[in-house]
């Protein structure tokens, strides 16, 4: 059977109503009828071509939530009808060293959902067993699908560096990935100073959880917080003064970014050397770091703020966002008929 979608024939070109025959479903594979799916801004990235990655037709779409309705003979620990979303990968080799080691985001093989991958900007979409992580009941559905690639993004580095509860915690840019690193890094406990080239924003920043707020374009204001942080996560992907930014580390703090800055960054050595400070990034998370951020996410109340689209206003939605209007996620809403 045929599955209907919204694809781009090419760069910079608008989605258009799209079918295509999935063959048949792969025996660790699993197929999950759509119900909302997230539009990140990796999504324009590649329907832009930005990233030279591109395949076209392009179907979008890598934050989709949706119930199973189909299992191939080897899929493990999931059933018919349960909810599951599906993130940035719906593959890895499930036998090489990082996979085998819980890393299997960095597999050399990881299978990108919208990558010579049709993704969830359809009516169904499918993705291996291990990667349709299970949504705990407490979650709003509605709102859930951008926890799945910017959610794990923002929440994966305070697993894997050991940010403690007692840590003072940056957060540059409160946008799509910021805003939810803001109430991630509260409620794990940490005084969170928000950088941000909006000064509008002020009130919407207290609610989410911050207790400071620095001006990202003011060196001078920036160099005001200097010596204050043990963590600095960089969301922007915009060149910033990354020397100041530095700066406001503490002795062994460390600046980790997940942006996707496209210029190179200019590090001065002696600022790493003196204080003993760390620059890191990371890609999204792995399987079991998914589900643990679905539990977090649940357990504290955690959804990100989100603009609500039909799926077939999917090229509207897209402008929203390429305008910087989105506050702060869209997510669309399957409506096939």
């Known amino acids: 059977m045929d599955i209907r979608g919204w694809a781009a024939h090419g760069a910079k070109q608008k989605l258009e109503p799209f079918s295509y025959n999935p063959g048949p479903l792969g025996p660790e594979e699993v197929e999950i009828a759509v119900e909302y799916c997230g539009l990140c801004h990796s999504d324009?990235?590649?329907?832009?071509?930005?990233?030279?990655?591109?395949?076209?037709p392009v179907v979008p779409g890598h934050e989709a939530v949706g119930r199973i309705v189909a299992l191939g003979q080897y899929a493990k620990g999931l059933r018919m009808g349960q909810r599951v979303g599906v993130g940035w990968n719906s593959s890895s080799c499930m036998h090489c060293h990082q996979c085998m080691t819980g890393n299997n985001n960095l597999c050399a093989e990881a299978g990108a959902t919208i990558i010579g991958h049709h993704?969830?900007?359809?009516?169904?979409?499918?993705?291996?067993?291990?990667?349709?992580?299970?949504?705990?009941?407490?979650?709003?559905?509605?709102?859930?699908?951008?926890?799945l690639c910017g959610g794990v993004t923002v929440f994966a580095p305070l697993v894997i560096y050991g940010v403690k509860p007692t840590d003072r915690v940056g957060v540059v840019g409160i946008?799509?990935?910021?805003?939810?690193?803001?109430?991630?890094?509260?409620?794990?406990?940490?005084?969170?100073?928000?950088?941000?080239?909006?000064?509008?924003?002020?009130?919407?920043?207290?609610?989410?959880?911050?207790?400071?707020?620095?001006?990202?374009?003011?060196?001078?204001?920036?160099?005001?917080a200097a010596n204050t942080l043990d963590f600095l996560l960089v969301t922007v992907n915009i060149p910033l003064d990354w020397s100041a930014l530095l700066k406001t580390l503490k002795p062994n703090g460390r600046m980790h970014v997940v942006g996707a800055v496209l210029e190179p960054m200019p590090i001065p050595a002696f600022d790493l050397i003196f204080g003993q400070k760390s620059v890191s990034g990371s890609p999204t998370g792995a399987p079991a770091i998914m589900s643990s951020m679905l539990d977090f996410a649940a357990r504290h109340d955690i959804a990100p703020q989100v603009e609500h689209f039909p799926l077939s206003k999917v090229n509207d939605a897209i402008e929203h966002l390429a305008a910087g209007k989105a506050r702060y996620r869209i997510v669309l809403d399957a409506d096939f008929h």
Not at 44 to 56: A, P, T
Not at 176 to 205: P, Q
Not at 210 to 215: E, K, N, P, Q
């Open 44 to 56: 324009l990235s590649i329907l832009n071509n930005d990233w030279g990655l591109s395949r076209y």
């Open 175 to 224: 946008g799509g990935l910021g805003h939810m690193a803001i109430r991630f890094a509260n409620a794990w406990g940490c005084e969170v100073t928000a950088f941000t080239s909006n000064s509008s924003k002020a009130d919407e920043l207290r609610k989410l959880g911050t207790h400071r707020m620095v001006s990202s374009r003011d060196s001078a204001d920036i160099l005001k």
């Open 119 to 147: 993704g969830g900007f359809a009516e169904r979409v499918r993705s291996h067993w291990a990667w349709a992580i299970p949504l705990p009941d407490a979650l709003d559905i509605s709102s859930a699908g951008p926890l």
